[in-house]
């Protein structure tokens, strides 16, 4: 995999910040899994988060620390790094073409996926996502040379090639690539003539305030 | 402060532990609480946050970022899982640890030390207009287009200051790795 088109700098920032929306933390954590050089651009941007907390005025806990059992049973005790892996999450696949990020929500392989036709030439699968706001997220498939219609955005879309490629206006996507859009863009996406083009693609909706509780707005600058 | 975790790691100490906690603790509250968290729920996420730390420490690898990055981006996860249950992507930082290889060069410590030291020093030179959105951002949680909201600003300002100061921050770390 030779990955050409990256994520947008905001969006790593967002990814970091953990603020995107998930359907878009979804496909943009899934190239980040396939992407060293996005990794790499994401630990830059989650140091942010480390010097900011660190510089943040300390709030008294009001508890004493969570009691940590003096007979530690197995489950309290820090795991050796080689023993952890994947047995914690479920829903993990070891080895699979798809990220991890998107194979816990639809498994392992684009072969067992329930394929709805969308237009000729083109099929669809929703992936449904828990919460409010959570944005579209759906796998695209695309037949030998077809393409979808030209299309603007009304929020940010976040495209990853999962099988053969595409190519619009901007370029030639290939798996592994991420066309991280705007609103400003349009585009017109034809599918390879050999390969067609199989994508995972999130769409954000008009995003609402976001936070634990309705936040006041309160402006707290500095550091 | 590494030491520390390692001793947290290796020995499963209570000590070592304790300590992270009085040191880490009161900063992940006061991240849940600007991120608009009340203050018990504030102080469950701490236990959260910490416990998953000593969970996990011997998953920490230094040459991925300091202690503290690393205690943020679990504190962020639960966060977001508390906003959102189930909300797929939130092992994935955590996960990345895991790929970690278990002998480090001597210097990666001192890396993850340095690029946190310069981390904090461009945020603290950043203009004010982007060390807003930065804190907007990475402190109260709020997404790009609620900052742009909040600052009447249009969306795409937002993101462009977001980028520069990534900028800045990539340029100052670049030698590093």
């Known amino acids: ?223 | 402060m590494a030491d520390l975790l390692r001793r947290v790691a290796e020995q499963a100490e209570p000590a070592a532990f304790r300590e992270l906690y009085q040191t880490y603790g009161p900063r992940v509250k006061a991240y849940m609480m600007r991120c608009g968290a009340d203050a018990a729920t504030a102080d469950d996420l701490v236990q959260e946050t910490l416990l998953t730390v000593w969970r996990k420490a011997a998953l920490y690898a230094e040459d991925r970022g300091s202690i503290a990055t690393w205690v943020f981006t679990i504190a962020r996860n639960l966060r977001i899982d508390r906003l959102r249950r189930e909300l797929p992507w939130q092992e994935l930082p955590e996960g990345r640890l895991e790929e970690a290889s278990i002998d480090l060069p001597a210097d990666e410590a001192l890396y993850a030390k340095e690029r946190q030291t310069r981390v904090g020093a461009v945020l603290a030179e950043l203009p004010d207009e982007q060390r807003t959105v930065v804190m907007l951002s990475f402190v109260e949680g709020l997404s790009h287009s609620a900052i742009a909201e909040q600052l009447s600003l249009p969306l795409g300002t937002v993101k462009s200051r977001l980028r520069l100061a990534y900028q800045r921050i990539r340029e100052s770390v670049g030698d590093l790795r």
Do not use: N
Request: charged residues 20%.
């Open chain 1, 1 to 223: 995999m030779s990955i050409v088109h990256h994520l947008d700098d905001a969006t790593l920032m967002g990814l970091a910040a953990g603020t995107l929306t998930p359907a878009l933390a979804v496909v943009a954590a899934s190239h980040v899994t396939w992407c060293p050089q996005c990794r790499q651009g994401l630990a830059a941007a989650e140091a942010v988060g480390g010097a900011l907390l660190a510089g943040l005025a300390p709030v008294p806990i009001e508890r004493e620390p969570p009691a940590l059992p003096v007979a530690e049973p197995e489950w309290a005790r820090p795991q050796p790094a080689e023993a952890t892996s994947s047995a914690g999450s479920p829903g993990a696949v070891s080895s699979s073409e798809l990220p991890p990020p998107l194979a816990r929500l639809v498994g392992g392989s684009l072969d067992a996926i329930r394929w709805r036709p969308l237009a000729i030439g083109i099929w669809h699968h929703r992936i449904t996502l828990d919460g409010k706001d959570s944005g579209e997220l759906r796998l695209i498939k695309v037949s030998r040379g077809y393409g979808l219609p030209a299309h603007g955005h009304t929020g940010a879309e976040l495209t990853l090639v999962l099988r053969g490629a595409f190519q619009d206006e901007i370029g030639r996507f290939s798996v592994g690539d991420a066309a991280d859009l705007d609103e400003s863009v349009e585009h017109r996406p034809v599918a390879d003539p050999d390969t067609g083009c199989t994508c995972v693609l999130a769409c954000e909706r008009p995003a609402r305030f976001h936070g634990l509780l309705p936040r006041l707005l309160q402006p707290l600058f500095g550091l």
